[in-house]
């Protein structure tokens, strides 16, 4: 339970040029009001990225275009399940599975999240990416894996892929 910077998120706002998303913690469209309020245009859900009444009353108050899933996910054996609470709840779902039932949702974008790759510097994982980016209905962000800016470019060759860096660039 954390609690989201609200003045932070101001501040920010104030002084960027770009559309500002935030996320962590979003449990209710007060939550949301909350964050728009401050100046962000889009709210990242995770843990409640399967709540479809909260998806449908922030998407019937502010836009779908103001909603962005984060589906972070993990190979076990053979396979990648999609994972909630910040990678920590193994939903027991396949990747493919869980993605189209994001990507039926009224939300803008899909953030994917590769846990294994995560500030790890090896890459982005890019079959997933291609292969998920061919079935959407809603632009991506990939996440995880930056380690050149080559990768960079191939990932971003892909129409409906962006990209987002954190850690990576330390």
């Known amino acids: 339970n954390r609690l989201i910077n609200l003045k932070l998120v101001k501040d920010i706002s104030k002084i960027v040029n770009i559309p500002v998303a935030v996320g962590g913690g979003i449990k209710s469209i007060s939550d949301v009001n909350k964050i728009i309020d401050s100046g962000a245009e889009k709210v990242i859900l995770n843990s409640n990225s399967s709540n479809s009444k909260l998806i449908n009353l922030i ?11 984060s589906l972070d996910y993990k190979k076990i054996n053979r396979f990648h399940y999609a994972f909630l609470k910040s990678g920590t709840l193994n939903t027991f779902q ?36 291609i292969n998920l980016n ?11 894996g930056f380690d050149h800016p080559k990768s960079l470019k191939k990932l971003l060759e892909n129409r409906n892929i962006s990209v987002a860096l954190g850690n990576s660039l330390n």
């Open 59 to 69: 998407a019937t108050k502010f836009g779908s275009q103001s909603i962005i899933c």
């Open 134 to 144: 061919k079935i959407s209905k809603k632009p991506l962000i990939i996440s995880g």
């Open 94 to 129: 396949k990747l493919k599975e869980y993605f189209c039932f994001l990507n039926d949702l009224s939300i803008g974008e899909i953030m994917l999240n590769s846990i294994d790759r995560d500030g790890s510097k090896n890459g982005f994982d890019f079959k997933n990416a």
